[in-house]
């Protein structure tokens, strides 16, 4: 996925937070990233008047879900990230995450 694409799920994702009224529970979100519906959960979640998600395909999909499924198996968020409470800061701080990682791989690519 080119990284492009990571900072404009940023930014989306900073917008709902921005708006105040998305707190969705840390384990809720877990849950929704576990079964797959994460994606299709945030779009009717936001009445689709906030979060665009057009740049981000069904195989842009399916890869972050694995990447998001494998994070939130495996990183505590409230030690490693500073997340207890809002499910799309987790969603953020998964992105953050996978943002640094690409950028960090594209370096060492490229010595």
């Keep these: 996925m080119r990284l492009v694409k990571l ?29 797959g519906s994460v994606f299709d ?35 505590d968020e409230d030690r490693k990230m500073g997340v207890m409470n809002n499910g799309v800061c987790l969603l953020l701080a998964y992105v953050i995450e996978l943002i640094q990682s690409k950028s960090y791989n594209d370096a060492k690519a490229n010595e």
């Design 7 to 35: 900072t404009i799920l940023a930014g989306q994702l900073n917008y709902l937070l921005d708006r105040g009224y998305y707190n969705i529970p840390v384990a809720e979100m877990k849950k929704k990233i576990r079964d």
């Design 41 to 75: 959960f945030l779009k009717k979640k936001s009445m689709d008047d906030y979060l665009d998600l057009s740049l981000i395909d069904s195989n842009d999909r399916k890869e972050l879900l694995e990447h998001f499924s494998s994070m939130a198996d495996v990183i």
